[in-house]
T-cell receptor, first 112, second 114 residues
Framework: LAKTTQPISMDSYEGQEVNITCSHN???????ITWYQQFPSQGPRFIIQ???TKVTNEVASLFIPADRKSSTLSLPRVSLSDTAVYYC?????????????FGSGTRLSIRP | DGGITQSPKYLFRKEGQNVTLSCEQN?????MYWYRQDPGQGLRLIYY???????QKGDIAEGYSVSREKKESFPLTVTSAQKNPTAFYLC?????????????FGPGTRLTVT
């Protein structure tokens, strides 16, 4: 299993761009990188998924370098409502459910 | 509106009682999952089901039971054998029978057992 490491917490201010990095040194060839967002007392929400280079959607961008040993979730111009926990998951896109592991995530706090 | 519903949002039970948490989805998804989340922690997989009438244990299945009699429903029973049942329980689903990282979650049920 590709283990992931991400910061426990991060702080930023409204209007700033926030980049959350996830390390996954032993990522396998078939593994994808997936990010979720979770607000307090709610279920996680799928944000973005990628395999290499860059993926962008209406919410975020995901940057993956050529060696794929890390990835960066980029949130443009954050607002207070982006305060949440962000989870980085790595694994085969279609995988045994028991291998889909949500770690402790990164607790992002946005200040006015 | 398509989505996943979990009820109730808050549930209180006395120790020694079994309790069943409801999970319904109208997304026409094949796979469904149950997770448990403790304060400040990530999610841990309890059970999952890839098709009707079939389900598999996750990492922490002891003290829990499930059924999958209908595609849209995947209830979880927390039995009295579960040593520490107080937690936030999350149900999820994903399209297709093969588990995937793109899962859709319900709003959760917070269970308190005293």
């Amino acid at each position: 299993l590709a283990k992931t490491t991400q910061p426990i917490s991060m702080d930023s201010y409204e209007g700033q761009e926030v980049n959350i990095t996830c390390s996954h040194n032993n990522i396998a060839t078939n593994d994808y990188i997936t990010w979720y967002q979770q607000f307090p007392s709610q279920g996680p929400r799928f944000i973005i998924q990628g395999y290499k280079t860059k993926v962008t959607n209406e919410v975020a961008s995901l940057f993956i370098p050529a060696d794929r040993k890390s990835s960066t979730l980029s949130l443009p111009r954050v607002s207070l409502s982006d305060t949440a926990v962000y989870y980085c998951l790595v694994g085969d896109r279609y995988s045994s459910a028991s291998k889909i592991i949500f770690g402790s995530g990164t607790r992002l706090s946005i200040r006015p | 509106d398509g989505g996943i519903t979990q009820s109730p949002k808050y549930l209180f039970r006395k120790e020694g009682q079994n309790v069943t948490l409801s999970c319904e989805q109208n997304l026409n998804h094949d796979a469904m999952y149950w997770y448990r989340q403790d304060p400040g922690q990530g999610l841990r997989l309890i059970y999952y089901s890839q098709i009707v009438n079939d389900f598999q244990k996750g990492d922490i299945a002891e003290g829990y039971s499930v059924s999958r009699e209908k595609k849209e429903s995947f209830p979880l029973t927390v039995t009295s054998a579960q040593k520490n049942p107080t937690a936030f329980y999350l149900c999820a689903s994903s399209p297709g029978p093969i588990p995937t990282y793109e899962q859709y979650f319900g709003p959760g049920t917070r269970l308190t057992v005293t």
